[in-house]
Nanobody
């Protein structure tokens, strides 16, 4: 099992930037599995934002964030980051990081059921 802790959320005006980080700990080898960022807005279902494979070679962005968000991972530090630029009010949500159930998956999975461990979430609020 792996434990995930997100940080970096907050409130920002439209057009601003935030950087989310997710620190992993536990018995699984971080460099062996993919990581994803999901978000859930009030009254809406959880949706994938971005995902990165174990090696970083396979990366996915949802159409709504493509060109504005950048995912990265540091396997030496057991962290995955999400740089969010040009934020919009519709990006307001609780953001969760999650760990792929499998090992060495490529391409990286993008459905929530493929992820086993989830962080507690961090709130991102973007005002007009």
């Amino acid at each position: 099992q792996v434990q995930l802790i997100e940080s970096g959320g907050g409130s920002v005006q439209a057009g601003g930037s935030l950087r989310l980080s997710c620190a992993a700990s536990g018995g699984r080898t971080f460099s062996a599995f993919g990581m994803g960022w999901f978000r859930q807005a009030p009254g809406k279902e959880r949706e994938i934002v971005s995902a990165i494979s174990w090696s970083g070679d396979s990366i996915y962005y949802s159409d709504s964030v493509k060109g504005r968000f950048t995912i990265s991972r540091d396997n030496a530090k057991n962290t995955v980051n999400l740089q969010m630029n040009s934020l919009k009010p519709e990006d307001t949500a609780v953001y969760y990081c999650a760990a792929d159930r499998g090992y060495y998956d490529s391409p990286v999975p993008i459905v929530a059921t493929a992820f086993r461990s989830w962080g507690q979430g961090t709130q991102v609020t973007v005002s007009p």
